[in-house]
C-alpha cells in the first residue's frame, strides 16, 4: 500500500504507556544509528511510539491501538473504504488514518483537519489535502495485533508489521512462501528474525504495488537482514516496537 516526506522535529519526548499519539507540530525525530554491514545482528533498532523515525527522505510513525484515544472523526469517503474492510481491521482504521494524516500534515505544512486518507483501486492508501491531491506524497499503512504503523516517502513506500510472539505459529504455514535462504536467515528459535523476513516480503509487495499497480505481483527475496537487503533496486530498514518488528520498504534508493 502506498506516497513524500520532510518534516519539522522539535517537541516532547515520546508518550509512554497510555500516551496519545502526538499532535500535528510535536513530531519529534528519532536518532537513527548508523547500520553496519556484515555484523552480527545483535536486534533491531528500537521505535519508539509517536516519534517520527526518518530515513533518508522516508519517515514511519508508529503507535499502539489502545494510545491513540483522540482520533478524529473519518471523513464521509473514509467511512465508506472503512466499511469494506474486515472487523479487526475496520476497528484500528481511525487510528492508523490519523498516524497517517500526522505524517502528511507535517511533510506538506498544513492542518491535520486538511487531510484525508483514502483508498484506491490497488487497495493502497493516498492523501487528499483541501479536497484535491497531495503533491509527492506516496503512503503505507500496516497493523499488526494492537501495533498500528504508517509510513511516508516521496515515492512508492510500503510498510508492514509482524508480532513476534506470532512468529512461531507462522513459520508452518508460510514455510512454503520462504526460500530456503530466507528460512536459513530466520532460523530455527529466531522469532524476531521470522517476523522480519515476512514483514521484508509483505512490505516490499506494497511498495512494489505503489511503483507498478498494472504490473502482476513478484514476491520480493529477502537476500539479509542486518542490513536488511531485497533483490533489485529496493531500499529496505526494519525496527522493532515492543513486540513486534516493522519493515519499510521503498522502490528505490532512500534518498538524501
Same mark, same amino acid.
Given at each position: 500500500?502506498?506516497?513524500?516526506?520532510t518534516s519539522?522535529?522539535?517537541g516532547p519526548? /515520546?508518550?509512554? @504507556?497510555? *500516551?496519545?499519539?502526538?499532535?500535528?507540530g510535536a513530531l519529534r525525530t528519532a536518532p537513527v544509528a548508523p547500520e553496519a554491514p556484515g555484523a552480527a545482528c545483535p536486534g533491531?533498532? /528500537?521505535?519508539? @511510539?509517536? *516519534?517520527l523515525h526518518r530515513w533518508g527522505r522516508a519517515g514511519l510513525l508508529v503507535a499502539r491501538h489502545r494510545d491513540v484515544r483522540r482520533a478524529p472523526p473519518l471523513s464521509p469517503a473514509e467511512r465508506c473504504a472503512a466499511a469494506s474492510l474486515p472487523a479487526p481491521r475496520r476497528a484500528a482504521w481511525p487510528a492508523v488514518l490519523f498516524l497517517a494524516r500526522i505524517?502528511?500534515?507535517?511533510?506538506l505544512g498544513v492542518p491535520a483537519a486538511e487531510v484525508e486518507i483514502l483508498t484506491g483501486e490497488d487497495g493502497g492508501p493516498y492523501a487528499l489535502v483541501g479536497g484535491g491531491p497531495a503533491p509527492g506524497v506516496h503512503l503505507s499503512l500496516g497493523r499488526a495485533g494492537g501495533h498500528l504503523a504508517a509510513a511516508i516517502a516521496p515515492g512508492p513506500v510500503g510498510v508492514d508489521l509482524r508480532e513476534t510472539s506470532a512468529a512461531a505459529a507462522e513459520h508452518r504455514p508460510a514455510g512454503h512462501a520462504l526460500s530456503a535462504r530466507e528460512r536459513a536467515l530466520a532460523g530455527a528459535d529466531r522469532p524476531e528474525a521470522l517476523a522480519a523476513v515476512r514483514a521484508l516480503k509483505e512490505a516490499a509487495a506494497k511498495a512494489d504495488r505503489g511503483a507498478a499497480p498494472d504490473a502482476a505481483p513478484r514476491p520480493a527475496a529477502v537476500l539479509g537482514l542486518c542490513p536488511p537487503v531485497l533483490a533489485g533496486r529496493r531500499s529496505a530498514r526494519?525496527?522493532?516496537t515492543?513486540?513486534?518488528?516493522?519493515?519499510?520498504?521503498?522502490a528505490g534508493p532512500p534518498g538524501p
Open positions: 500500500m502506498s506516497r513524500r516526506a519539522s522535529a522539535n519526548a /515520546p508518550p509512554g @504507556p497510555r *500516551a496519545a499519539a502526538p499532535a500535528q533491531f533498532l /528500537p521505535a519508539a @511510539p509517536g *516519534a505524517l502528511v500534515a507535517d511533510a526494519v525496527w522493532r515492543g513486540d513486534a518488528v516493522v519493515a519499510l520498504v521503498l
